[in-house]
């Protein structure tokens, strides 16, 4: 097959096809949310264990390469969650996934705050 024809394959697929879990079935929608969140919560994760670095809590480095680890997390997740908010439609309680791109919005706001804060300790104390 030629180029156009695969284009043209794959086009006609459906592009939201159901993904099966155990307690029923995720749409498109909802896994793009789910995705957006679980990075965000990567980059909140990262943002916190790099403040307690940058602290002198946990470790014995500065905290730097997690602070920017979260940063660039946070923001990716953040624009994950707003693409999703951006390209869904209806509202909350559809099962477009718009109440959970909304979370993953917030958490990686949440995580690029706590990167800027570890960063900025790091350059305080360093």
Known sequence: MSVPHLVAAASAAPAAAPISVA???L???RVGATVAAVVALVGVVAGGLA???SSGRTGTG???AGAVTA???G???TGLAGLHLATSTGGIGTGNG????IVALVLGLV???LGGLALTRTRRTG
Not at 98 to 101: K, L, N, P, Q, Y
């Open 23 to 25: 307690a029923g079935v």
């Open 27 to 29: 749409g498109a929608g």
């Open 51 to 53: 403040l307690a670095r």
């Open 62 to 64: 500065s905290g730097r």
């Open 71 to 73: 940063l660039a997390v």
């Open 75 to 77: 923001l990716v997740g």
């Open 98 to 101: 718009r109440a959970g791109a």
């Open 111 to 113: 995580g690029m705050v």
